[in-house]
């Protein structure tokens, strides 16, 4: 299996990229990489390493995208960007099913929306992350971006993708659906949002227990909640901003309250490093984009080494379980 | 001044509402206090405390709304409800300006929207909590459930309106404000957000700093959020659910971590303390709604006494310094 990885997406690339590609090769043996972007600073960057040379493959792309160009206008221009040059790669290999990027999210997504096929009967591709749950469960949020503006129709086809994702990183089949709104009644929410309901209701499919509030999204009570892209941004971002906020305060609180909270910090130092571990985007790997006849992972831009690494073994197993295949299946069930 | 006050709304009513209002009467002497419910149970409670009886009115009103009733068919059926009973006696009482209740959401807003007037020149009214943020910072987030769909202009009043409130209650003229969007870029957003930023951007009154994301809000940049109702509840509910699990997570992980975490608990307290007092609901009143003639406040179903007691004071608080005229002003300014 290969995995085209961007190695000049991201706030830290390609120095973390390439740190955390050779990290990925180490930790696993059944996938090869492909490494895009300016293929001088990537040899460079490669020659600090030891590494399975058999594995790695430089490809050449000259241009760089930044979050600052236009996402629609950079992947019309710069052909030769990473990212452009990146998804191209997954139709013209054979074998290379999956693209990770820490690159600009808006440039990934409308590249991979114009650049890919739809898989069979996918009105629109779903960005979606897996974050910590209560109970050292996992959650997928579908959508969290990639459809800003929604219809009902797909808000019950992300019901089914999220489910088949879901499966595939558990190895639960019995996936808990929840869709997101401002209350647990039936008939809360924006018009789209209860005939959503309706459609997702009525699938057998689906294993459906309601509207489900943002207070209990990371409460483990489902393993998929299903958002449009607007209210799943603002849901997953409020929660990101929160956590930050909490152990800031607790920083700033431990600093204010003498000697006695400092020595109490260090006796309780494991566990703010278990939370930070369960909290932490580095090792969650990236949020999917599901529906395309190939996979795409977008990293935190801020991703650095052991992120980038946790991104590529995350590509990796899910190619090698079959992901696409079992979104299309679920499709036309 | 006289308030208003729903003794038998939320969880732990009549018992803790009863107590809230006791203390409240205790802590300052510019109001009095008109409970309204069941009044033989009200005055049973009361005879536990010792109080100013010329600062306590009883008005009976002998059912009850539960938040398993449905909110429209509940207020147009239940008209001897506490809801419905205190609602109207700000229109019957002179002085009487406040409403302060933990009953259901639903059927406190749509009470209030039908038996009180909207102030002039509103198009609708606003539910606006205030959040704690980073650096001893408030920040009011306006809508947060009100209006679930929502039309530009409407957005582009409750910057006007939440600007009011902020300057209220911070003292501080200058507030800036940002509008909930996916994205800080120009153009990022549902089409309603996009038009309602280009209001905003244009009015004098509004010291608009543009979009901002979720992760943002409790940053302390900005003194207001505006929001459209359905993913303002989305991102208050996804805050306060990541904090609920973050302290389930610390709490856990000591629980885990031996002894020595234990220790370090005892020793970190104080700081704990601190935190879940800046977190905590009970100590920052409850949400305003605003843009009527009258002020509405809706806290939190699980409070007690001490929440109780600081939405009285909050309402006395908002009440004296002429909430309702401000808002006017900055509308017909």
Redesign the interface.
């Known amino acids: 299996m290969k995995i085209v990885f961007d190695a000049f997406g991201g706030d830290n690339s390609p120095i973390e990229a390439v740190k955390g590609a050779v990290l990925a090769l180490e930790a696993r043996r059944n996938f090869s990489i492909v490494l895009v972007g300016q293929q001088e600073i990537i040899f460079n960057e490669l020659r600090k390493y030891q590494y399975d040379k058999d594995r790695i493959t430089v490809i050449d792309a000259p241009e760089i995208i930044s979050n600052d160009d236009s996402p629609v206008l950079a992947v019309r221009k710069k052909k030769n960007s990473s990212i452009v040059v990146g998804l191209k790669l997954l139709n013209d290999i054979p074998g290379c099913e999956v693209f990770v990027s820490a690159g600009s999210t808006?440039a990934v997504l409308t590249a991979a929306t114009l650049l890919l096929k739809r898989a069979p009967g996918v009105i629109r591709p779903a960005l979606a992350p897996v974050l910590p749950?209560?109970g050292n469960k996992q959650v997928v949020l579908i959508d969290c971006?990639a459809n800003?503006?929604v219809k009902p129709e797909m808000l019950a086809q992300f019901a089914l993708i999220g489910t088949a994702y879901a499966r595939a990183i558990s190895n639960n089949q019995e996936i808990k659906v929840g869709l997101?709104s401002?209350?647990r009644e039936v008939g809360k929410?924006?018009?789209f949002?209860k005939d959503a309901y309706d459609i997702i209701a009525q699938d057998d499919r689906i294993n459906f227990i309601g509207n489900i509030?943002?207070?209990?999204?990371?409460?483990g009570e489902v393993d998929v909640v299903v958002a449009d892209?607007?209210?799943g941004?603002?849901?997953?971002?409020?929660?990101?901003?929160?956590?930050?906020?909490?152990l800031?305060?607790?920083k700033e609180?431990?600093l204010n309250?003498g000697i006695?909270?400092k020595?109490?910090?260090?006796?309780?130092?494991?566990?703010f490093k278990?939370?930070k571990k369960?909290?932490d985007y580095n090792d969650n790997g990236g949020a999917v984009l599901l529906g395309l006849d190939k996979l795409v992972i977008k990293t935190h831009g801020s991703s650095k080494a052991k992120s980038f690494k946790a991104a590529i073994l995350q590509a990796a197993s899910i190619a090698e379980k079959g992901l696409i295949t079992q979104v299309s299946s679920i499709l036309t069930e």
Request: no cysteine.
């Open positions: 808006g749950a209560s971006g800003v503006e997101l401002n209350g929410g924006t018009s949002i509030e943002a207070r209990d999204i990371l409460s892209g607007f209210s941004n603002i849901a997953l971002k409020a929660s990101e901003g929160t956590a930050l906020m909490m800031k305060l607790i609180s431990i309250n006695r909270a020595i109490g910090y260090l006796f309780l130092k494991p566990v278990e939370i369960t909290l």
